[in-house]
């Protein structure tokens, strides 16, 4: 089965998230949908200072949003936050320091977002990782784990009490077409007993973003929520942890912009909220998360018992020791 899906998604990538692919879906992009303001409309953006996570923040910046820039590294964000201020002239652009993969700096950190802002309209979980040795964090989860999916579950939870205060706010979070060919796997969330092959377990993850959106879409309606595949793209990411890749592909693969757009328009348009929430998209359209035939639907139950794992370890990391918030 795996190796079927393998194949299936090999062939649907070289068709559709190549730069090519983009090219041609593009023709039947409305670009009225993203002439916009986003004037007195705040956005947090992790992973903002390099690749699909910086063009958004970018492009959101020169429509007039705030942007809130979230980055494990201060110097890398700050020379982003210095190139998008001087592009787009908008000095509402502001550098928070997080390391995604240390949950319960993650919950410090949103905790203190949350009682110093009134408002946030937009999250953008973009930051992702594929770790290619099995490593832990302080609090013993597995890295790949602990960013792609408990840093996205800590902060997007934490922030939807602010969210849902704000205007027409929505939550939008990076997958990976890659997910296509995993199943939602709630018993070995830390790849403790199959073997670790890195391609999978960020595989995993993707496939858990896109079941936490379908989640929360049904549990806080006030929220609208999406989670898309950006294509594959001509990032820092790709190079150095899929090199093989890479180097077969690097003259097909897409710019951090075309990469980028259709994450704008889930950020910016007005279009979009006409879709319900939950959905997948790509290219700014919702699209299918199960391959033809693949075995990739999870019952209810499972989904359940997942978010509930999901929801212990965020409790239990955040009153681990050290516990200020
Ligand atoms: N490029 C593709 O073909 C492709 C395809 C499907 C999905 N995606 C997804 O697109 C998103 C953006 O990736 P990209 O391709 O634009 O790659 P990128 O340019 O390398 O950006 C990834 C960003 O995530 C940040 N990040 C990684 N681990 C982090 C952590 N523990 N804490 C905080 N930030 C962290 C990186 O920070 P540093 O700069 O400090 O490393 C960087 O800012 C990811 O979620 C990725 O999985 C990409």
Redesign the pocket.
């Known amino acids: 089965m795996s190796l079927y899906r393998n194949i299936l998604w090999f062939i649907k990538g070289m068709r559709e998230y190549t730069r090519s692919g983009f090219e041609n879906a593009s023709k039947s992009f409305a670009a009225k949908d993203l002439d916009v303001s986003m004037v007195g409309r705040s956005f947090m953006i ?8 910086k063009a958004t923040a970018m492009t959101i910046a020169k429509k007039g949003g705030t942007v809130h820039i ?4 201060k110097e ?1 964000a700050e020379r982003a936050r210095e190139e998008i201020v001087s592009a787009s002239g908008n000095t509402m652009v502001f550098v928070h320091v ?4 240390e949950s319960r700096k993650v919950w410090e950190f949103a905790e203190a977002f949350k009682k110093e802002h009134t408002s946030l309209n937009v999250l953008i979980n ?4 594929m770790v290619n040795q099995r490593e832990i964090n302080s609090d013993g989860l597995e890295k790949n784990f602990a ?2 999916t408990l ?1 996205v579950y800590i902060l997007t939870k934490c922030l939807i009490p602010l969210l849902e205060k704000s205007r027409d706010p929505r939550v939008i979070t ?5 997910m296509l060919v995993q199943k939602l796997n709630p018993d070995d969330l830390q790849t403790e007993r199959a073997q670790f092959d890195a391609t999978m377990v960020y595989a995993q993850n ?1 496939r858990q973003q896109v079941v936490m959106t379908e989640f929360w879409a049904k549990a806080y309606p006030k929220i609208h929520f999406s989670v898309m ?5 001509d ?4 190079a150095s942890a899929m090199p093989q890749f890479y180097q077969l592909m690097r003259d097909r ?1 897409r710019s ?1 912009e075309q ?1 980028s757009d259709t994450l704008i328009w889930l950020a910016m348009s007005r279009v979009t909220i006409t879709f319900p929430s939950g959905l997948f998209f790509q290219d700014r359209q919702p699209v299918s998360v199960h391959l033809p035939l693949a075995w990739t639907h999870s019952p209810r139950k499972e989904v359940k018992a997942f978010m509930r794992c999901l929801e212990t370890l965020a409790i239990s990391v955040k009153h681990s020791e050290g516990d200020n918030i």
């Open positions: 992790t992973g903002a200072n390099s690749g699909i996570g979230v980055c494990r590294n890398k997080l390391d995604l993969s973009n930051a992702g990782c960013t792609n840093g990076v997958s990976s077409g890659g993707k595949h950006p294509g594959w793209a990032t820092p990411a790709v693969l951090a990469s």
